[in-house]
């Protein structure tokens, strides 16, 4: 089955530099990747996707790329602020005929005013 | 609004206990899932449904059950609380069609097995 690899676990920044999450895939049929955002006590929240026909996408201060030959793609953050402080998802699909998500482990970021 | 709901958000029940934790949504998706997440934060699959009267086991064993009788209702039953039960459980759902698209959560039941 899927599996995705999330890097690093805990991250911390001070506010206005960028933050960089990483993930791996397994699966070369995966094409679809969201990233979720889950502020303390509250619900994941769908932030930004991209499906394997785009190399990258951008909303405002976040971008996600994808390589598909290396099966990795990342979130990218700029400016960052610290209601940015949150634990950040990545997420793949599973392949033809499946429409469950396979989830990182989460990365823990802390932006420091 | 067209949105997830989860009640109770908050349960502390003994053990022994039947539990049944809702789920319904009113956005018209098909496919609903069941997370448990640890206080680790990692989310792991325990259920899923693509439609009424379907159900499959997802890869987390669990010793609850669901139904899908109706599209916006997906219940997780415990039919014996037990405190390795206790946990927070999320539910999730998913639009229609043929490709797949992101998971709407729902703001998640708090169990605790005293």
């Known amino acids: 089955g899927e599996n995705v690899e999330q890097h690093p676990s805990t991250l911390s920044v001070q506010e206005g530099d960028s933050a960089v999450i990483k993930c791996t895939y397994s699966d070369s049929a995966s094409n679809y990747f969201p990233w979720y955002k889950q502020e303390l006590g509250k619900r994941p929240q769908l932030i930004i996707d991209?499906?394997?026909?785009?190399g990258e996408k951008k909303d405002q201060r976040i971008a996600v790329t994808l390589n598909k030959t290396a099966k990795h793609f990342s979130l990218h953050i700029t400016e960052t602020q610290p209601e940015d402080s949150a634990v950040y998802f990545c997420?793949?699909?599973?392949?033809?005929?499946?429409?469950?998500?396979?989830f990182g482990k989460g990365t823990k970021l802390s932006v420091i005013p | 609004e067209a949105d997830i709901y989860q009640t109770p958000r908050y349960l502390v029940i003994g053990t022994g206990k039947k539990i049944t934790l809702e789920c319904s949504q009113t956005?018209?998706?098909?496919?609903m899932y069941w997370y448990q997440q640890d206080p680790g934060m990692e989310l792991h699959l325990i259920h899923y449904?693509?439609?009424?009267?379907?159900?499959e086991k997802g890869d987390l064993s669990s010793e609850s059950t669901v139904s899908r009788i109706r599209t916006e209702h997906f219940p997780l039953t415990l039919e014996s609380a037990r405190p390795s039960h206790t946990s927070q459980y999320l539910c999730a759902s998913s639009a229609a069609g043929g490709l797949v698209y992101g998971y709407t959560f729902g703001s998640g039941t708090r169990l605790t097995v005293v």
């Open positions: 449904s693509y439609g009424v009267n379907s159900t």
């Open positions: 997420a793949a699909s599973r392949g033809a005929g499946s429409y469950q998500l396979t």
């Open positions: 991209i499906r394997s026909n785009v």
């Open positions: 956005m018209g998706h098909d496919k």
